[in-house]
């Protein structure tokens, strides 16, 4: 038993069963486990898997902006129906943005087909329980937002540690299966 050895060790080849504990170090070639936890952060060339709790950061829409852009932007798929809590933004002059809604339903002006429907619940409404309420389409026919859309503090209930790609490539077109890359929008696809 090797208790308080303190110094350098040097082995080549060594066999060590049991628990090893160390400040640092570091690790050159293969490394082989049935299992483990890391419970740092890594960066490994294009990949960086970080503990550092990220916040979402806000978006702005210019008005003009279609509702399904915004869906997408914020990683909603366009027949999702999901509520996202906002710490605050504007819709054109109207203030106190506290969440948006996206939603699929009937209209008036499409009765008979089913389309994405955006609530935007601002506390400078009165009463602050009745959205401004925008259609993805009316018929075929997609609907712009009428006015700039701040929203600052998204919280999708995703926040925490990231996972990043660095310097990936912006086309699929060549590379190997299994390649993940960036397209135009920015979103990640998989070859």
């Known amino acids: 038993m090797l208790n308080g050895i303190t110094g350098l060790i040097e082995a080549n080849n060594a066999r060590i069963r ?18 483990g936890y890391f419970g740092g952060s890594i960066s490994s060339g294009p990949l960086v898997a970080s503990n550092e709790v990220i916040n979402p950061t806000g978006h702005t829409w210019p008005a003009g902006t279609l509702t399904s852009t915004i869906r997408l932007n914020l990683g909603i798929g366009l027949t999702e129906e999901r509520v996202v809590n906002v710490s605050g ?70 926040q925490g540690q990231t996972l990043r790609f660095l310097d990936l490539p912006a086309a699929g077109g060549g590379l190997p299966a299994g390649t993940v890359w960036r397209d135009a929008q920015g979103f990640l696809r998989v070859v």
Do not use: Y
């Open 18 to 35: 049991g628990h090893i504990e160390a400040l640092s170090g570091l690790f050159r070639g293969r490394i082989e486990a049935d299992s």
């Open 89 to 158: 933004g504007s819709f054109g002059i109207q203030t106190g943005l506290t969440r948006i809604e996206f939603a699929m339903g009937f209209t008036a002006q499409s009765p008979g087909a089913r389309v994405g429907i955006m609530r935007l619940f601002l506390s400078s409404l009165s009463p602050a329980s009745n959205p401004i309420v925008i259609n993805n389409s009316v018929g075929n026919n997609p609907v712009p937002i009428s006015a700039a859309l701040a929203a600052s503090g998204v919280n999708l209930s995703l």
